[in-house]
Every structure is written in structure tokens, then in C-alpha cells.
């Protein structure tokens, strides 16, 4: 008992020290570890396999819409980085470079990518001569690296994982099309699939990828109150393809440039899946995304029947395509339901020598903790059903949470006061000056987040929350991770 009662005690509550319960969830339900290079994690098999989870379901959305994957190198060479002024910019900062190679200095420094937007310029340059080469819908899952000097697991490390999709076409609307077509299935996988609603929204200039004419993002919100940008989606315009010269010759044999368009998901939303939908008991994972949606856990498992019971009722579910699990180590069942509700399976089934007597066993929600008795012969089917109504009532209740903490601020006043006071969006109109956005950030901490694609246009007669001056949009703004 002293040591289930320490498995749990081993999670700071939520309310006493977001940052840190959030650290103890991740080291306890060993998602990652720490490693001897500072700033870079180990993935262990729990937190991997949810991003295997995710890639998978997310590639197969990609190639539905006609996306290809393709793999690029590691290093950039500076003369190419460099060709992209904006873009350098962005990114200096962040960036690690290699100057030898085995035991001789290299002629050119090399750049570990923390983009691939050059590599895929100097890709297409070469491979695109005609209108018949067009479109070209490329993606590639890799890792990524940037100097981050603040890393913190899943939410900012110096090397993530990641999908980086670059496509090129013969006009702007064929790329602002599929820019906002891949920010939708970057919507409706974190709703579908994670269970986290999200806005969907135009990235204000200040805030814009650099070397992007527009960038659209999804923005969700956390336990604590602080948005997580959750996936982006750029339009380039032409600007990547006149510095690097891709170009193509259309159907009336003018030469012309091509249009282009980049769109990323990373492993930060396994700290969004922590932080949405986690508890003082660890982990709570949505069954769509869960690498085990139920285990089973014996009762008194050395009773006679117990374990074959146990076994028989295990093959069940996986013959009803859920993926389950049996806990028949030696622990006793107290552990194992507290191991499981801090590893999140969303679902447990107890089965012990009563409930066989009955021809019952129990179901058991990690996110409710309701039970439920149903015969042994309905579990699979029962269990199904669970797994369904789980995954319905994370998302619902995640959309409470968001509506509950999203405010509106009509002056500056009551603006920062929000911003102090209350954790989460305020909705607020705004002028469209930069020095606005600049002054809100040094006053409140608070960014803008979005401009929503609903609703954005600032309502007749509006006035800007910081400067008092007439308003062109309504923006959502936050203090962000």
C-alpha cells in the first residue's frame, strides 16, 4: 500500500505547479528522458510510440489529398541558406553549424537543418522545367535542430521531430488553396483524433514565418490558461522562387515563376495531448491517439480460472481491433491501477473470481473513473462503446475549458487586467499597427495568437484595444508557450 500510495503522491497537483507537474507526468509515464547532450531528450518507447500514432494517421490524411514523401539531407551549405535574406534572418539565432568533416576543416560551414525550405528551393530548381512538372506536393518526416536556449520536453528541445511538407505551383491561388487545405487537416486531426479543439486563424506580420508572405496557424489552449501555436501552414508567394531562381515554362511559353507553400506539425503536441487533457494522476490519453486504449488487470490472478478468463477476455478485444493489453506481473491490482491511470490508457477492465462467478467483469474510465459491470460476453462491445463516448467527452470537455477562459477586453484597462487576472484568450480588436502589438507584448506579456478566419473583421465602429483608434480586425490574444 506505502508504495501505490507513492506512485501517485510522486505527481505534483496541477494547481500547485503547472510547470512542474507537467515534468513529474512526462518522467513518470516515461515518455522521455534526459540525455548527457544538454537540451536534446531520449524518446522512450511510451512517448514514441504516441508519435508514431500521430505520423501515421497524419501521413495517411496527407497522401489523401495527393501529398508525397520525400527525405532531404541533414546539412545545408551556407552559400544556400544564405540566399534567402528574411529567411536567414529568422533563423540565425537557432542555428548549429559544422566546420570539420572527419579530421579537415570543411571549404563551406554547414548548417544542420532547422528548415529544409533551401534544400526543397534547390530541389525543385532542378526538377522543374515545365507546367507539366507542376504541382509538386512534397512532405518529409525528420527531426529538425535549433539552439534553443531555454528546452523544456516536447514543448521546446534542440533537436524534435517533425513533418515539414514544401509544394510548388503555377499560381498563387493553387498555393494559397493548398496552404489553408493542409491547416484544416491540421484542425480536424487535433479535433478528430487528439480530442483538442483549435483555432484556425491568419498569423498577424509580426508574427508570420519568416520569408512567408501569410501564415495561418491553429492555436489551442492549455490547463494553465497559455496557448500553444499547434500546427502552421505558410503561404511564400513567389519570394523563395525569384531568390533561387525556380522556374518553369507555362502553357504560352512565358517563363514564370513558381509559387510556394510550407506546413509543419512537431512532437510539441504530445505536450499539448500532457496539458489539454492530463490530471493530479498523470497522463490521460484520447483512445484515438493511445498506443493502448485498455488493459486488462486480474484480480487475485492465482485463483483458479482467473488468469484463463483473463486471457480469453484479452483476445476478445483485440479480435474487436482494440488495443489492449494484460497486466499479469506480480504487482498487486492497487499498483496497477494506479500505473495505469498515470500512463493514461484511457480504459481499464478488472476481472476477478466474483466477477466470474457473475459471468461479469468491470469497465473502468481513466478519464471519469465511472464503472461499469457488463457481462463477459459484452466487454468487447461494451468496451467499444466506451472508448467512443471517452474520446467525445475529452474533446467536449476540452471546448468547455476553452470557452470558459476565453474573455473580451473593449479598453486597455480592462485588457491588461484580464491579462494579469485571468488565464487564457482575450478577444479584442485592433488597429493593425505593429507598435500596438508591440506594446501589449511589453506591458502584458500577451501576443496576438490569431486573426480567426470567423469572425476576424473588426465590427463597425471598433476601436483598438491599446491605441483607441478605429479597428480593422478582432484578434485573438494570449500569453503562449
Not at 68 to 86: A, M
Not at 93 to 99: D, Q
Not at 109 to 127: G, N, Q
Not at 374 to 399: F, G, H, N, T
Amino acid at each position: 500500500m506505502a508504495e501505490e500510495k507513492k506512485l501517485v503522491e510522486s505527481i505534483t497537483a496541477r494547481d500547485v505547479d503547472f510547470a512542474q507537474w507537467y515534468t513529474d507526468v512526462v518522467k513518470k509515464a516515461e515518455l522521455t528522458g534526459y540525455t548527457s547532450v544538454k537540451g536534446f531528450m531520449v524518446f522512450k518507447p511510451a512517448g514514441y510510440a504516441i508519435w508514431e500514432n500521430i505520423r501515421n494517421e497524419l501521413d495517411r490524411r496527407f497522401k489523401a489529398t495527393g501529398v508525397e514523401n520525400v527525405y532531404l539531407p541533414l546539412f545545408i551549405p551556407e552559400s544556400l541558406l544564405d540566399k534567402e535574406k528574411d529567411h536567414v534572418e529568422g533563423f540565425a539565432p537557432e542555428v548549429a553549424w559544422v566546420t570539420e568533416g572527419g579530421l579537415n576543416p570543411l571549404p563551406e560551414r554547414m548548417c544542420v537543418r532547422p528548415t529544409s525550405e533551401t534544400l526543397f528551393c534547390d530541389l525543385y530548381k532542378k526538377d522543374i522545367q515545365s507546367y507539366r512538372d507542376l504541382p509538386k506536393v512534397y512532405n518529409q518526416w525528420c527531426s529538425v535542430v535549433r539552439w534553443e536556449k531555454t528546452t523544456r520536453p516536447f514543448l521546446r528541445s534542440r533537436e524534435f521531430l517533425w513533418q515539414e511538407g514544401h509544394t510548388a505551383h503555377a499560381t498563387f491561388e493553387e498555393a494559397q488553396e493548398r496552404t489553408i487545405m493542409m491547416l484544416n487537416v491540421y484542425a480536424d486531426f487535433c479535433e478528430e483524433v487528439l480530442a483538442i479543439p483549435v483555432l484556425r486563424g491568419q498569423k498577424t506580420d509580426k508574427e508570420k514565418f519568416a520569408g512567408a508572405e501569410e501564415t495561418y496557424t491553429i492555436e489551442s489552449l492549455m490547463h494553465d490558461g497559455k496557448a500553444l501555436q499547434s500546427g502552421t501552414s505558410h503561404n511564400f508567394g513567389d519570394g523563395f522562387a525569384r531568390a533561387f531562381g525556380i522556374q518553369f515554362t507555362d502553357k504560352d511559353n512565358s517563363l514564370k515563376y513558381v509559387y510556394q507553400t510550407s506546413w509543419g506539425f512537431t512532437t510539441r503536441m504530445i505536450g499539448a495531448i500532457i496539458m489539454v487533457h492530463g490530471d493530479d494522476s498523470g497522463l490521460v490519453l484520447p483512445p484515438k491517439i493511445a498506443p493502448t486504449q485498455c488493459v486488462v488487470i486480474p484480480i487475485r490472478q492465482k485463483a483458479e480460472g482467473v488468469m484463463e478468463k483473463a486471457e480469453a477476455l484479452t483476445e476478445s478485444l483485440k479480435k474487436a481491433g482494440i488495443l489492449v493489453k494484460l497486466d499479469a506481473t506480480d504487482r498487486s491490482p492497487g499498483w496497477k491501477f494506479s500505473d495505469q491511470e498515470m500512463r493514461g490508457f484511457p480504459m481499464r477492465i478488472e476481472l476477478g473470481p466474483k466477477d466470474i462467478e457473475r459471468g461479469e467483469c468491470v469497465l473502468v474510465r481513466r478519464d471519469t473513473r465511472e464503472k461499469v459491470q457488463v457481462k463477459i460476453e459484452e466487454a468487447a462491445e461494451k468496451s467499444l462503446e466506451m472508448l467512443e463516448r471517452i474520446q467525445k467527452d475529452m474533446y467536449d470537455r476540452a471546448l468547455a475549458f476553452r470557452e470558459a477562459h476565453t474573455y473580451e477586453a473593449h479598453d486597455y484597462d480592462e485588457f491588461k487586467k484580464l491579462a494579469d487576472e485571468k488565464p487564457g484568450f482575450i478577444k479584442a480588436c485592433w488597429c493593425g499597427d505593429e507598435a500596438c502589438e508591440d506594446k501589449i507584448k511589453a506591458d502584458t506579456t500577451a501576443t496576438s495568437r490569431c486573426i480567426p478566419f470567423n469572425g476576424g473583421e473588426a465590427p463597425e465602429g471598433a476601436v483598438c484595444v491599446c491605441c483607441g483608434k478605429p479597428a480593422k480586425k478582432l484578434v485573438y490574444w494570449g500569453k503562449a508557450y
